[in-house]
C-alpha cells in the first residue's frame, strides 16, 4: 500500500537509519520516507530539501520589515509564552532584531532565546549574545536532552565528526564574515589543500558550515551559534593563539595588498578587498591589539588606511589606529608612518585634536630624513589649515608639498585633489581646471582607476561659475561612480554636494532625497562637515517651501553640527540662510545684521559665494535697503560685520525678535 514514514532526528544514527531505509524501500515498491537529520542518508532516490535558518531582519528594518521577518514572528511567539502579554513594540524592536540576527535565524536558538525573558529584559538578553554558548540554556524539561541548551545540541552534532573534521571546525571559528578555501588553507598550513577542501565539503555536509556561491566563488561561513561553540572548544584546547596568529597573520599580508594597490591608483581592488573581507580584517585587528601583537597590528591599520578613507567609516579607522599606535609608541618605520598619517586624516575628518600628532609626524618626517615624507608632512599641516577655514595657508603648505614630491620627477601629487578644491572656494577656477586636467590625463597614461575626485571636483569648480547642468552631470558621474565601487565615504561627500546643485536648478525631490540620504550616512560614520553640509541644503530647502519652522530646527541643528569642528565655511554659509529665515519672518535688521556677520566671515576666509547662491542675497539685501532705508541699513550690516563667529552663532540661534545678549 502507499505509505508514508518519518524519521526524525537521524543524524546521530545515520548509518543505521539509511541501512534499514534502503532495506524497507526495496521491500515496499509503494513507500515514502521523509528524513530529517542534518547530513543526507545516502540512500538511491534519495531528493535532498535543505532547510535553512528563518530569514533575520536587515539592520535598521522598519516596524513592518520586522513583523514580516520568519525570525522575528517565531521569537515573539515564544517570548508571550514565556513572558504573557510579550509583543513587539518601539521599545524592544532594535533589541529583538538583533537577538535574531545574532543567532542567525536557527529556530532552536531563537526558542533558547525567548525562553530566557522570564528572568531577563529583552535589552539585556540582546547584550548578552557575543555569549550565546552559556546564556542560551534553560529549554523546556520535556525536550531531549540536546534540545534543552545550544551547547548540547552543538556538541551532539561534534561528537559526530571525525577527529580531523573537529580539528578543521575549531579553526575555521576565526573567521568572521565569511572565508574561502585559500584563506582556511592558510591557517591550516600543516594540511594540504586537498584534505582542507574534503573536510569543509563534510563540515558542509553536516551543516556546521554554510557554502554560498558568490559570482562564481564559493564562501564559506559558520553561523554565529557554532561559531561561539567551535570558539569555545578552541580556547579550551589550547590552540587559540596559534590559529589566531596564523589568521592575523594572512589578513596583515591581504592588507599590504591594499596598501600596495593604493598607491598604484586602483581603487577598484582596494574597495573589492577591503569590502570582501571587512569583518575578518576587524578581528584580526581586535585580536593584535588585544594580544599586544604589535607588529601584525602597524601592518594591518596602515595597509587598511586607504580603505578606511575610501569606504569609512574614518571614526573606525581612527579608532584602530590610534588603539595599534599606542603598542608601539617609539617605533620608526615605513608602517608606522603610514598610520600616523592615516591617524591625522581621520583625526581631522571626525574633529578629533591631531596637533599633538602633527608635531610627532614632522618628527618621524625628518627622522626617515627623505623628500616623500617631508611633502607628506607639509600636506597634513595644509590639510588642517583647509579643515579650519584657513584656505590661504592650506594652499601655500599644499603647493609646497607638491613642489617637493615632484621636484625630483616624481608623480604628480595627489596632494593637488585637495588643493584643487581649496582653489576653487578662492575662486582661481582656471587653475584648478587646469590641474584637475593634468590629474586626469596623467592617471589615463599610468593605467590608474578612474579617480572620480577629480571628476566631482570638475563639477563643483562649473558650479561655482554658475554651469549648473554640465556641473550635475559630473557630480551625479562621480556619486554612481562612488556607489558602483562600494566607496561610501566619497559617496555621502558627492551626495551632498551634488544635492547643492540640485536644489539651485529647482529639483525639489531630488535634492531631499540626496540631502537626507547624505545626512543619514554621515550621521552613521561621524562626517561632521558632510553632516553640516547636509543640514544646510534641508534648511535652505525648507525656507524656499515656506516652512520656516522647519527651516529654524534645521539650520539650528547646521549651526551646533558645524560649531563642532569649527567648519567655519559651512557656518558663514549657514549664518545666510539664518539672514534668509529672519528676512522672513519679518525681523529686517537682525537679517541684515546676520547677513554682514556672514559676509564679513566668508572674506575672512577667502570663500565666494557661489554665484547661484549669491545672486539670490544680492537680491535679498536690496530689497531690505529699500525697505529699512540706507542709514539703519548701514548700521544693522556694519554692526554684523563687527560680530566674532561665536556671536553671530549665537544671535541666529536666538529665538526671533530677540538679540544674543537678551536673556
Given at each position: 500500500?502507499?505509505?508514508?514514514?518519518?524519521?526524525?532526528?537521524?543524524?546521530?544514527?545515520?548509518d543505521?537509519?539509511a541501512?534499514?531505509?534502503?532495506?524497507l524501500?526495496?521491500?515496499?515498491?509503494?513507500?515514502?520516507?521523509?528524513a530529517?537529520?542534518r547530513?543526507?542518508?545516502?540512500?538511491?532516490?534519495?531528493?535532498?530539501?535543505?532547510?535553512?535558518?528563518?530569514?533575520?531582519p536587515?539592520?535598521?528594518?522598519?516596524?513592518?520589515e520586522?513583523?514580516?521577518?520568519?525570525?522575528?514572528?517565531?521569537?515573539?511567539?515564544r517570548?508571550?509564552?514565556?513572558?504573557?502579554?510579550?509583543?513587539?513594540?518601539?521599545?524592544n524592536?532594535?533589541?529583538?532584531?538583533?537577538?535574531?540576527?545574532?543567532?542567525?535565524?536557527?529556530?532552536?536558538?531563537?526558542?533558547?532565546?525567548?525562553?530566557?525573558?522570564?528572568?531577563?529584559?529583552?535589552?539585556?538578553?540582546?547584550?548578552?549574545?557575543?555569549?550565546?554558548?552559556?546564556?542560551?540554556?534553560?529549554?523546556?524539561?520535556?525536550?531531549?536532552?540536546?534540545?534543552?541548551?545550544?551547547?548540547?545540541?552543538?556538541?551532539?552534532?561534534?561528537?559526530?565528526?571525525?577527529?580531523?573534521?573537529?580539528?578543521?571546525?575549531?579553526?575555521?571559528?576565526?573567521?568572521?564574515?565569511?572565508?574561502?578555501?585559500?584563506?582556511?588553507?592558510q591557517?591550516?598550513?600543516?594540511?594540504?589543500?586537498?584534505?582542507?577542501?574534503?573536510?569543509?565539503?563534510?563540515?558542509?555536509?553536516?551543516?556546521?558550515?554554510?557554502?554560498?556561491?558568490?559570482?562564481?566563488?564559493?564562501?564559506?561561513?559558520?553561523?554565529?551559534p557554532?561559531?561561539?561553540?567551535?570558539?569555545?572548544?578552541?580556547?579550551?584546547?589550547?590552540?587559540?593563539?596559534?590559529?589566531?596568529?596564523?589568521h592575523?597573520?594572512?589578513?596583515?599580508?591581504?592588507?599590504?595588498?591594499?596598501?600596495?594597490?593604493?598607491?598604484?591608483g586602483?581603487?577598484?581592488?582596494?574597495?573589492?578587498?577591503?569590502?570582501?573581507?571587512?569583518?575578518?580584517?576587524?578581528?584580526?585587528?581586535?585580536?593584535?591589539?588585544?594580544?599586544?601583537?604589535?607588529?601584525l597590528?602597524?601592518?594591518?591599520?596602515?595597509?587598511?588606511?586607504?580603505?578606511?578613507?575610501?569606504?569609512?567609516p574614518?571614526?573606525?579607522?581612527?579608532?584602530?589606529?590610534?588603539?595599534?599606535l599606542?603598542?608601539?609608541?617609539?617605533?620608526?618605520?615605513?608602517?608606522?608612518?603610514?598610520?600616523?598619517?592615516?591617524?591625522?586624516?581621520?583625526?581631522?575628518?571626525?574633529s578629533?585634536?591631531?596637533d599633538?600628532?602633527?608635531?610627532e609626524?614632522?618628527?618621524?618626517?625628518?627622522?626617515?630624513?627623505?623628500?616623500?615624507?617631508?611633502?607628506?608632512?607639509?600636506?597634513?599641516?595644509?590639510?588642517?589649515?583647509?579643515?579650519?577655514?584657513?584656505?590661504?595657508g592650506?594652499?601655500?603648505?599644499?603647493?609646497?608639498?607638491c613642489?617637493?614630491?615632484?621636484?625630483?620627477?616624481?608623480?604628480?601629487?595627489?596632494?593637488?585633489?585637495?588643493?584643487?578644491?581649496?582653489?576653487?572656494?578662492?575662486?582661481?577656477?582656471?587653475?584648478?581646471?587646469?590641474?584637475?586636467t593634468?590629474?586626469?590625463?596623467?592617471?589615463?597614461?599610468?593605467?590608474?582607476?578612474?579617480?572620480?575626485?577629480?571628476?566631482?571636483?570638475?563639477?563643483?569648480?562649473?558650479?561655482?561659475?554658475?554651469?549648473?547642468?554640465?556641473a550635475?552631470?559630473?557630480?551625479?558621474?562621480?556619486?554612481?561612480?562612488?556607489?558602483?565601487?562600494?566607496?561610501?565615504?566619497?559617496?555621502?561627500?558627492?551626495?551632498?554636494?551634488?544635492?547643492?546643485i540640485?536644489?539651485?536648478?529647482?529639483?525639489?525631490?531630488?535634492?531631499?532625497?540626496?540631502?537626507?540620504?547624505?545626512?543619514?550616512?554621515?550621521?552613521?560614520?561621524?562626517?561632521?562637515?558632510?553632516?553640516?553640509?547636509?543640514?544646510?541644503?534641508?534648511?535652505?530647502?525648507?525656507?524656499?517651501?515656506?516652512?520656516?519652522?522647519?527651516?529654524?530646527?534645521?539650520?539650528?541643528?547646521?549651526?551646533?553640527?558645524?560649531?563642532?569642528?569649527?567648519?567655519?565655511?559651512?557656518?558663514?554659509?549657514?549664518?545666510?540662510?539664518?539672514?534668509?529665515?529672519?528676512?522672513?519672518?519679518?525681523?529686517?535688521?537682525?537679517?541684515?545684521?546676520?547677513?554682514?556677520?556672514?559676509?564679513?566671515?566668508?572674506?575672512?576666509?577667502?570663500?565666494?559665494?557661489?554665484?547661484?547662491?549669491?545672486?539670490?542675497y544680492?537680491?535679498?539685501?536690496?530689497?531690505?535697503?529699500l525697505?529699512?532705508?540706507?542709514?539703519?541699513?548701514?548700521?544693522?550690516?556694519d554692526?554684523?560685520?563687527?560680530?566674532?563667529?561665536?556671536?553671530?552663532?549665537?544671535?541666529?540661534?536666538?529665538?526671533?525678535?530677540?538679540?544674543?545678549?537678551?536673556?
Open positions: 500500500r502507499q505509505t508514508l514514514l518519518i524519521f526524525d532526528n537521524c543524524e546521530h544514527l545515520i543505521g537509519v541501512s534499514t531505509a534502503r532495506e524501500l526495496q521491500g515496499c515498491p509503494e513507500l515514502h520516507i521523509l530529517t537529520s547530513e543526507p542518508l545516502g540512500v538511491d532516490g534519495e531528493v535532498v530539501y535543505r532547510l535553512n535558518p528563518l530569514d533575520t536587515t539592520v535598521n528594518a522598519a516596524a513592518k520586522l513583523r514580516d521577518t520568519a525570525a522575528v514572528q517565531l521569537f515573539v511567539d517570548a508571550a509564552a514565556s513572558r504573557p502579554g510579550f509583543a513587539l513594540d518601539a521599545g524592536r532594535v533589541s529583538v532584531a538583533h537577538i535574531c540576527r545574532s543567532v542567525d535565524g536557527i529556530p532552536l536558538a531563537i526558542e533558547l532565546a525567548a525562553a530566557r525573558l522570564h528572568s531577563m529584559s529583552c535589552e539585556e538578553l540582546a547584550s548578552h549574545m557575543d555569549s550565546q554558548i552559556d546564556i542560551l540554556t534553560g529549554g523546556q524539561r520535556t525536550a531531549l536532552p540536546r534540545h534543552q541548551t545550544l551547547k548540547a545540541a552543538m556538541d551532539v552534532s561534534y561528537k559526530l565528526l571525525k577527529e580531523a573534521d573537529r580539528v578543521l571546525l575549531r579553526c575555521t571559528c576565526v573567521f568572521r564574515g565569511g572565508f574561502s578555501l585559500e584563506d582556511v588553507a591557517i591550516c598550513d600543516d594540511e594540504p589543500e586537498s584534505a582542507v577542501r574534503d573536510g569543509l565539503s563534510r563540515l558542509v555536509v553536516a551543516s556546521l558550515v554554510v557554502a554560498e556561491e558568490r559570482r562564481g566563488a564559493t564562501r564559506y561561513r559558520q553561523l554565529e557554532v561559531r561561539q561553540f567551535s570558539a569555545e572548544l578552541l580556547r579550551e584546547t589550547g590552540e587559540d593563539h596559534v590559529v589566531r596568529y596564523r592575523a597573520a594572512w589578513f596583515a599580508k591581504k592588507a599590504a595588498v591594499i596598501a600596495e594597490q593604493a598607491e598604484a586602483q581603487m577598484d581592488r582596494v574597495l573589492e578587498i577591503g569590502l570582501h573581507d571587512r569583518e575578518n580584517f576587524r578581528e584580526a585587528l581586535r585580536w593584535t591589539v588585544d594580544a599586544e601583537e604589535a607588529g597590528a602597524l601592518t594591518l591599520a596602515s595597509g587598511l588606511g586607504p580603505f578606511w578613507r575610501a569606504a569609512g574614518k571614526a573606525e579607522g581612527h579608532a584602530w589606529l590610534e588603539a595599534v599606542a603598542l608601539s609608541p617609539d617605533a620608526v618605520s615605513a608602517e608606522q608612518f603610514h598610520a600616523l598619517e592615516f591617524t591625522i586624516q581621520f583625526g581631522i575628518a571626525c578629533e585634536p591631531v599633538a600628532r602633527l608635531d609626524f614632522d618628527r618621524l618626517a625628518e627622522m626617515l630624513g627623505r623628500s616623500e615624507p617631508q611633502a607628506r608632512a607639509l600636506y597634513l599641516r595644509g590639510a588642517h589649515a583647509w579643515s579650519r577655514g584657513d584656505l590661504t592650506a594652499i601655500n603648505l599644499i603647493e609646497e608639498s613642489r617637493l614630491t615632484e621636484a625630483d620627477g616624481g608623480p604628480l601629487s595627489r596632494a593637488r585633489v585637495l588643493l584643487t578644491e581649496c582653489l576653487i572656494r578662492v575662486g582661481r577656477f582656471d587653475e584648478s581646471e587646469q590641474m584637475l593634468e590629474l586626469t590625463r596623467w592617471d589615463e597614461r599610468e593605467g590608474r582607476t578612474r579617480d572620480y575626485g577629480l571628476v566631482e571636483n570638475l563639477g563643483m569648480t562649473l558650479y561655482a561659475r554658475g554651469d549648473l547642468e554640465e550635475e552631470r559630473l557630480v551625479e558621474e562621480a556619486v554612481k561612480g562612488y556607489g558602483r565601487r562600494g566607496s561610501r565615504s566619497n559617496q555621502m561627500e558627492a551626495m551632498s554636494y551634488l544635492a547643492w540640485t536644489i539651485d536648478l529647482g529639483k525639489v525631490r531630488r535634492t531631499r532625497m540626496l540631502a537626507e540620504r547624505a545626512l543619514a550616512m554621515a550621521r552613521e560614520d561621524s562626517e561632521v562637515m558632510i553632516e553640516a553640509n547636509s543640514l544646510w541644503v534641508l534648511g535652505r530647502l525648507a525656507l524656499r517651501e515656506g516652512d520656516t519652522a522647519g527651516a529654524r530646527e534645521l539650520l539650528a541643528e547646521c549651526l551646533r553640527v558645524a560649531g563642532r569642528r569649527r567648519e567655519r565655511i559651512v557656518l558663514a554659509l549657514a549664518l545666510h540662510a539664518c539672514a534668509d529665515l529672519a528676512n522672513i519672518e519679518g525681523d529686517q535688521e537682525r537679517a541684515v545684521r546676520l547677513f554682514g556677520a556672514a559676509d564679513h566671515h566668508l572674506r575672512a576666509i577667502s570663500q565666494i559665494m557661489p554665484r547661484s547662491i549669491g545672486d539670490d544680492d537680491r535679498a539685501l536690496a530689497d531690505l535697503r525697505s529699512l532705508g540706507d542709514r539703519v541699513w548701514e548700521a544693522a550690516r554692526a554684523g560685520r563687527e560680530m566674532s563667529l561665536d556671536d553671530a552663532i549665537g544671535l541666529a540661534l536666538k529665538p526671533s525678535g530677540t538679540e544674543a545678549g537678551d536673556p
